[in-house]
């Protein structure tokens, strides 16, 4: 890679942000960061809204309506807590998504997708300590879930500091799927090239101390 394809630590970092909040591709190709089943009105992303300023939509808010009244009548109802933590998810409502997709893991244990968008939610609460455990979580139960190895490498590297955690828990996903890219297309492996250049740390390094922000 030449030098000027190179970026810039704030760039990266910031890039890799992004990407964590507008999603990774899945499978061969990730689809979505978040894999639950959601979707904002008029085909538009909920991250696109949020950019946007915009605020709950009619139906979103009839919606969300109808399932708190529902989970209140039939609290064992895991799918409707899991629709209804995919709606906070959507509309940005952090802490209320924390709460449905914990109280639908109660009934729906080891569901690695409620688990991995629980953690993309803790994150966002400037949790990333009990992010990575819900991601851990998830993969234990799901070892070939793609998405929640991407997103531990993620908040491992920028919210924890942890730049060969991030870099093993990368090349585990790469063993997993070598054609791996994140959500602007890059390629996995050459986000690690990137990473190992400017971080001047290696998979076979040993990880630093944790640091927080």
């Known amino acids: 890679m030449t030098a000027e394809k190179m970026v810039k630590k704030e760039t990266m970092l910031i890039a890799i942000a992004i990407s964590l909040l507008l999603g990774f591709l899945t499978g061969a190709i990730f689809t979505t960061y978040k894999l639950s089943s959601s979707k904002t ?29 529902e989970v209140e009548t039939a609290p064992a109802n895991g799918e409707a807590w899991t629709r209804l933590g995919n709606l906070y998810y959507d509309t940005n409502q952090v802490k209320k998504a924390i709460n449905a ?23 966002l609460d400037k949790q990333p300590d009990k992010s990575i455990e819900s991601f851990d979580k998830a993969i234990q139960a799901n070892p070939q879930h793609e998405t929640a190895r991407l997103n531990k490498g993620v908040v491992l590297l920028y919210d924890l500091g942890r730049t060969a955690d991030a870099l093993q828990t990368w090349q585990k996903l790469l063993a997993i799927n070598p054609n791996a ?33």
């Open 181 to 213: 890219v994140t959500a602007n297309g890059q390629s996995v492996r050459d986000l690690m090239a990137d990473v190992t250049k400017e971080f001047g740390t290696s998979p076979e390094k040993q990880a630093p101390e944790t640091t927080t922000k």
């Open 41 to 69: 009105s008029g085909g538009q992303s909920a991250t696109a809204q949020k950019q946007q300023g915009t605020t709950l939509n009619n139906e979103q808010a009839r919606t969300i309506a109808t399932l708190e009244a």
């Open 101 to 123: 997709y914990t109280r639908a893991l109660d009934i729906l244990p080891a569901n690695a997708d409620i688990l991995t968008d629980l953690g993309v939610m803790y994150r």
